[in-house]
């Protein structure tokens, strides 16, 4: 998987706001946040490919998480960002 082309994650009044870039990216319908944890692994990423067990290995580098939690949570977000057109 990859983060698409189009697509930026900036700070906005302190919240992480993803940003859309060119005519096929925008949909003001919705406005696309991330926690903490998916802003890490975003900029993480960001540029490259990955899988659940990449970024869930990032989570447990970075956060006290078990291994288990980390996947569920890897995928969780994979399927998050593939849902919202941000990743294909």
């Not at 189009?6 to 925008?26: M, S």
């Not at 540029?47 to 288990?68: I, K, P, S």
């Amino acid at each position: 998987m990859r983060i698409k082309e189009g697509f930026e994650l900036r700070d906005i009044c302190g919240e992480h706001v993803v940003v859309a870039h060119g005519r096929g990216n925008i949909d003001f319908s919705k406005i696309i946040s991330l926690n903490e944890s998916a802003a890490y692994l975003w900029h993480k990423v960001q540029g490259q490919d990955f899988d659940a067990a990449m970024l869930a290995r990032l989570l447990t580098e970075e956060y006290e998480v078990d291994e288990a939690t980390a996947l569920r949570d890897a995928e969780k977000t994979m399927q998050d960002w593939r849902g919202a057109g941000m990743a294909e």
